[in-house]
T-cell receptor
Framework: RKEVEQDPGPFNVPEGATVAFNCTYS??????FFWYRQDCRKEPKLLMSVYSSGNEDGRFTAQLNRASQYISLLIRDSKLSDSATYLC?????????????FGKGTHLIIQP | DAGITQSPRYKITETGRQVTLMCHQT?????MFWYRQDLGHGLRLIYY???????DKGEVPDGYVVSRSKTENFPLTLESATRSQTSVYFC??????????????FGPGTRLTVL
């Protein structure tokens, strides 16, 4: 099983809709979880840290499910500008990589 | 507020040549990281540094060398470039090591092509 897995998509979603994606991780001892946004040919930018109790930032909500070992990202009232690749990151991953381990990303396309 | 910068932004080199990618941050962050991003693999950690003169290997360190003589700089050297090292390289920095309350900032990336 890969350490951090995401559905690569693409998710094609109409503007204004709600979209959610998950990210599963294999190490039950993982402590820190993050969602990053990456636009085409740009650097990743931190979107949200994921707290144990879940957290919300405007239209974005992140949740952590330790029992099932996944984190989720919910985007409400999606905008065209939300089109991007969303990367989840976990630390530690348990795979020997002594740093943040990233998923390969979920590609989101918001359609007008 | 320069933040974190990388140079060069684009580089084409030939197999066997030595290449150095530069990374500079203005926040005095303790931690700095080098990642490479490839289609099909996502972002992978090459090396990281907890402070000046302290470096450690990440997931894919082979063929790379790093140094950190000053807090603000973290150069990555490919000692003898190979085609498999063609990639986009991102430098990143953070105040701490992956605390959930912390933020890891990425530089704009260097696109390296090895012919």
């Amino acid at each position: 099983r890969k350490e951090v897995e995401q559905d690569p998509g693409p998710f094609n979603v109409p503007e204004g809709a709600t979209v959610a994606f998950n990210c599963t991780y294999s190490n039950s001892a993982s402590q820190s979880f993050f969602w990053y946004r990456q636009d085409c040919r740009k650097e990743p930018k931190l979107l949200m840290s994921v707290y144990s109790s879940g957290n919300e930032d405007g239209r974005f909500t992140a949740q952590l499910n330790r029992a099932s070992q996944y984190i989720s990202l919910l985007i409400r009232d999606s905008k065209l500008s939300d089109s991007a690749t969303y990367l989840c990151a976990v630390f530690p991953s348990g795979g020997g990589a002594d740093g943040l381990t990233f998923g390969k990303g979920t590609h989101l396309i918001i359609q007008p | 507020d320069a933040g974190i910068t990388q140079s060069p932004r684009y580089k084409i080199t030939e197999t066997g040549r030595q290449v150095t990618l530069m990374c500079h941050q203005t926040w005095s962050h303790s931690y700095m990281f080098w990642y490479r991003q490839d289609l099909g693999h996502g972002l992978r950690l090459i090396y990281y540094s907890a402070a000046a003169d302290i470096t450690d290997k990440g997931e894919v360190p082979d063929g790379y060398v790093v140094s950190r003589s000053k807090t603000e700089n973290f150069p990555l050297t490919l000692e003898s470039a190979t085609r498999s090292q063609t990639s986009v390289y991102f430098c990143a920095s953070s105040e701490s090591r992956f605390l959930v309350t912390d933020t890891q900032y990425f530089g704009p990336g260097t696109r390296l092509t090895v012919l």
